[in-house]
Nanobody
Framework: QVQLVESGGGLVQAGGSPRLSCAASVRTFSNYNMGWFRQAPGKEREFVAVIRWSSGITYYGDSVKCRFTISRNNAKNTVYLQMNSLKPEDTALYYC????????????????WGQGTQVTVSS
């Protein structure tokens, strides 16, 4: 069982650069791909970013590419999402997720989810 707890959200001005964290309670954190998704009011949950456990290769959603950076610290069982140049359309509930499979870009690929942390971007 994997428990995920996100933190770092809040109210941010447009152009801001907050960093989200997701702490995992699992012995073998380094064996999990770690992803971030987000869900805005009235919209479906969408893929934001993922970092693979073995290679450290990262993938990003088109809407955040070149603005957001995902990273992980296996010694701390934590994955981060550095968000830069925030826009009001980045306002959403941000979720951390974990899986051990090959597919990593869709909701159904993930076995474990956190409760989410709200990010609200004011213009």
């Amino acid at each position: 069982q994997v428990q995920l707890v996100e933190s770092g959200g809040g109210l941010v001005q447009a152009g801001g650069s907050p960093r989200l964290s997701c702490a995992a309670s699992v012995r073998t954190f380094s064996n999990y791909n770690m992803g971030w998704f987000r869900q805005a009011p009235g919209k479906e949950r969408e893929f934001v970013a993922v970092i693979r456990w073995s290679s450290g290769i990262t993938y990003y959603g088109d809407s955040v590419k070149c603005r957001f950076t995902i990273s992980r610290n296996n010694a701390k069982n934590t994955v981060y999402l550095q968000m830069n140049s925030l826009k009001p359309e980045d306002t959403a509930l941000y979720y951390c997720a974990a899986n051990m499979g090959l597919a990593v870009r869709t909701l159904s690929d993930y076995d474990y989810w956190g409760q989410g942390t709200q990010v609200t971007v004011s213009s």
